[in-house]
């Protein structure tokens, strides 16, 4: 996990929207792109990022394709904070895996063949990932806190 400091410039924002249709929910991210100190950053978070030109931010995250992907926020100028969302990640994969704890055993038997191993190795492995995604932008939103 990397952190940058600095001030931001070049700001521009916008909305992600996804779902939708007959009885599907409707997700909304907010993107935040932005130089910091002529590196260039993209925020997504829940809710509008706190963030203006001039402010001094510190961001935490990784650089990929040679843009910082930051998984979370601390302006300090104005104190405002915010990151991705960490429940959003953890609380789906928790239920990934206790679903796969309580279903694999319905269907492990020799009727089914190898098929359950495969579906709920899949299913268990996509609940850790979420868990762990979740656990990354947590660490994040902690190393910004140390930052002063």
Known sequence: MQTQ????????SSVEISGGGNDT?????HVTCFQLDNVP???KTGSPAMIDNGNKIAVS?????GVFRALAYRNMTTG???SGRILAYILPGIVFIIATIFMYPQFNTPFFGVFPKLFFGVFASVGLGCILWGLRVL???NILKRCS
């Open 5 to 12: 400091q600095g001030t931001v410039s070049g700001l521009k």
């Open 25 to 29: 929910q409707v997700s909304t991210t």
């Open 41 to 43: 950053v993209m925020l």
């Open 61 to 65: 995250g990784g650089t990929n394709g």
């Open 80 to 82: 405002a904070t915010g």
């Open 139 to 141: 660490s994040a939103v």
